[in-house]
Nanobody, 122 residues
Framework: QVQLVESGGGLVQAGASLRLSCVAS????????MGWFRQAPGKERAFVATSRWSAGGAYYADSVKGRFTISRDNAKNTVYLQMNELTPEDPAVYYC???????????????WGQGTQVTVSS
């Protein structure tokens, strides 16, 4: 079992930055694909970014490409999502997830955190 806990959400103005963290416990994440998703009210959970823990390589949704960066600290068993130039289209609950396959579909991930709220004021 893997337990994931997100933090770092909050209220910021448009154009500002936030860094989300996802700390894992239970098992090392070295062999897992890590993903970030977000869900706005009334919408389905949407892919944001994904990165294979050990092999590197990252993939992003078109809507965040160039603004968001997924990274990891193996020693801390933690994955991050650096979010720059936040816009009024970015507010949502952001979730991190762990799985076995690099994928953009939420159903391909086995473990989920509880989510952290990001709010952007215009």
């Amino acid at each position: 079992q893997v337990q994931l806990v997100e933090s770092g959400g909050g209220l910021v103005q448009a154009g500002a930055s936030l860094r989300l963290s996802c700390v894992a416990s239970g098992r090392t994440l070295r062999s897992y694909v890590m993903g970030w998703f977000r869900q706005a009210p009334g919408k389905e959970r949407a892919f944001v970014a994904t990165s294979r823990w050990s092999a590197g390589g990252a993939y992003y949704a078109d809507s965040v490409k160039g603004r968001f960066t997924i990274s990891r600290d193996n020693a801390k068993n933690t994955v991050y999502l650096q979010m720059n130039e936040l816009t009024p289209e970015d507010p949502a609950v952001y979730y991190c997830a762990a799985g076995d396959t690099t994928a953009t579909m939420p159903t391909m991930y086995d473990y989920w955190g509880q989510g952290t709220q990001v709010t952007v004021s215009s």
